[in-house]
């Protein structure tokens, strides 16, 4: 795992250079992978940098009993919440479910509005306890960062403690965006792309990812 290089405000973006991670982001920017191939991919991927994402979950001590004698174990103190960003978001859900699947779901509803590229709420579903808890955020594409910052925010007012941004590409602009709104915030992404195109789409990324992902291209 490789920490984006630059202004001591970007050590909080890790990009994930695992061999396997990378080998599968090559399959997802190929315009030949089908919608089918590019579904199973995003969510193989999201389960991946989950992986890494929760490496410094918290874990307590507990007494239990294996079929031979009595120990004492690990067990997650703070399964953090799973917050996929509709509609693309729901692609990279069943793979971070795999990890955590006890985890609690909240789904948010933001779209970018594609001639002012600001971001438009239209959904939420809340628990009652999420004050306090820690959130990984799925996004499989962080571009200019109004989406990611709305959504870090929204989290932020509903008393999330911390939140981990996992996007599979990353604009640096998108990048800039959310560490200047939310230095607090860690994003994980498998790659920086250096440019956005005038419609504020990823380049040379891998194209709209809800679309392939539901196959509405």
Do not use: W
Not at 101 to 110: Q, W
Not at 147 to 162: E, F
Not at 173 to 192: L, R, W
């Amino acid at each position: 795992m490789g920490v984006y290089p630059g202004k001591e405000k970007h050590m909080k973006t890790h990009v994930l250079d695992h061999p396997l991670i990378q080998h599968k982001l090559t399959i997802l920017r190929d315009r030949n992978t089908g919608s089918k191939g590019f579904r199973e991919v995003v969510s193989e991927v999201a389960m991946l940098m989950c992986y890494e994402a929760t490496h410094d979950l918290h874990l307590t001590d507990t007494s239990i009993e294996t079929p031979v004698a009595q120990t004492v174990s690990k067990r997650i103190s703070n399964i953090p919440l799973i917050v996929p960003i509709l509609r693309a978001g729901l692609g990279m859900a069943e793979g971070a479910l795999k990890l955590v699947p006890t985890a609690t779901i909240i789904h948010l509803g933001l779209y970018r509005d594609s001639e002012t590229l600001q971001p438009v709420s239209y959904y939420c579903n809340l628990s009652p306890d999420i004050a306090g808890k820690d959130a990984i955020v799925l996004d499989p594409m962080l571009a200019t960062g109004g989406t990611a910052v709305a959504a870090i925010q929204y989290l932020k007012g509903c008393g999330v403690r911390s939140i981990k941004l996992v996007c599979i590409l990353a604009a640096q602009a998108g990048i800039e965006k959310v560490q200047s709104s939310h230095p607090d915030a860690n994003i994980f992404t498998c790659c920086i792309d250096p440019d956005l195109n005038t419609h504020a789409y990823i380049v040379p990324g891998l194209g709209d990812a809800g679309d392939r992902i539901f196959g509405t291209d």
